[in-house]
């Protein structure tokens, strides 16, 4: 629930965060979930230190995985870009297929309606005519 919240969000704003060490810096922006290494670590101009926040001027939303390298400010940076909604995903999928089931019949109910057809042998329900029992 809360990724649903962060991926929707960054759709309109951007957070980064970058440590004072310069080793990395961490991004969630426009449904993705941004890390990048830098070594050696950066050093960078005291504005791009900390928290930074922003607001993106379209709502374009990035769909995939991205790993990338390249070099700024004289260091070697690697960057991986996580898609947040792989994160639902990955949550998700569990949940529904619990959920799927729950949703099932306990074995000697009918699977239509839940009428006990235990202790008898039918071929379709006597309660509501389903075959699927
Ligand atoms: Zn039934």
């Not at 980064?16 to 941004?34: H, Q, W, Y």
């Not at 050696?40 to 993106?56: A, H, M, S």
Request: charged letters at 15%; aromatic letters at 12%; glycine letters at 10%.
């Amino acid at each position: 629930m809360l990724l649903l919240v962060v991926w929707v969000g960054s759709a309109w704003c951007w957070v980064c965060f970058l440590p004072r060490n310069g080793s990395f810096a961490a991004m969630v922006d426009r449904g993705t979930i941004a890390i990048k290494w830098a070594r050696p670590p950066q050093v960078l101009p005291e504005k791009y230190l900390g928290w930074q926040f922003g607001r993106n001027s379209s709502l374009k939303l990035r769909w995939w995985v991205r790993y990338q390298t390249g070099t700024s400010f004289g260091s070697k940076t690697t960057e991986v870009v996580i898609p947040v909604w792989t994160g639902i995903a990955l949550v998700g999928f569990p949940a529904l297929l619990m959920w799927l089931h729950d949703r099932r019949r306990a074995p000697g109910l009918c699977r239509k309606c839940g009428y006990d057809l235990r202790g008898a042998d039918h071929a379709a329900c006597p309660e509501c005519g389903s075959t699927l029992v």
